[in-house]
């Protein structure tokens, strides 16, 4: 894996994802003001009423900015992963490590992911098929399957499972 991707090019990666994840949240939000605004001029609406219902949308989490703050939330929420994930492959890069297993977790596992669980490939293979979270899957950014080094035995392949199940618990007691 040294040669396949190092955390610089990782890292770049990333942040062109992340980059055009945030664009495409903005992009779709000025497409939904200028619908919402077409909308209502067309049906009679004031310009102040028209500002009255953005403003009640915003300061509500409507459909529109409540939309917007959502995929905004989950991509910067994402972000974090994906550099841990970036700082991982780095990791074993420089351990030599060629051969990663996929690791299922938590309970909602999808139809995608479900038949990789346990399956040994070359980070390059992995690549080619569908990385967690790259968005191949059915569950997409939500993903929260792991590649580990293929030689983990039992005990840390269910450390790795039982963090990731436990970031699950903090996060439902958090959002109460």
């Not at 949308?57 to 841990?84: C, E, H, P, W």
């Not at 990663?100 to 098929?129: F, M, Q, Y």
Request: hydrophobic share 35%; glycine share 8%.
């Amino acid at each position: 894996m040294p040669n396949e991707l190092n955390t610089e090019d990782a890292i770049t990666e990333l942040e062109i994802i992340i980059g055009n994840a945030l664009t495409t949240a903005t992009a779709k939000t000025v497409l939904d003001l200028q619908q919402t605004i077409t909308s209502l001029r067309a049906s009679g609406a004031s310009i102040d009423a028209i500002r009255e219902v953005l403003l009640q949308d915003l300061n509500q989490g409507g459909i529109i900015f409540g939309a917007y703050r959502n995929s905004i939330k989950n991509t910067t929420g994402n972000a974090v992963q994906f550099m841990a994930d970036a700082a991982i492959r780095g990791k074993y890069g420089d351990e030599d490590i060629t051969e990663l297993k996929w690791i299922t977790a938590g309970v909602n596992v999808c139809e995608d992911c479900k038949p990789r669980h346990g399956k040994v490939a070359s980070w390059t293979e992995w690549s080619a098929v569908g990385l967690p979270k790259s968005g191949f899957s059915v569950c997409k950014g939500n993903c929260q399957c792991q590649l580990v080094p293929s030689n983990y035995n039992d005990d840390e392949i269910k450390g790795v499972v039982r963090r990731r199940e436990r970031k699950k618990e903090l996060e439902r007691r958090l959002n109460g």
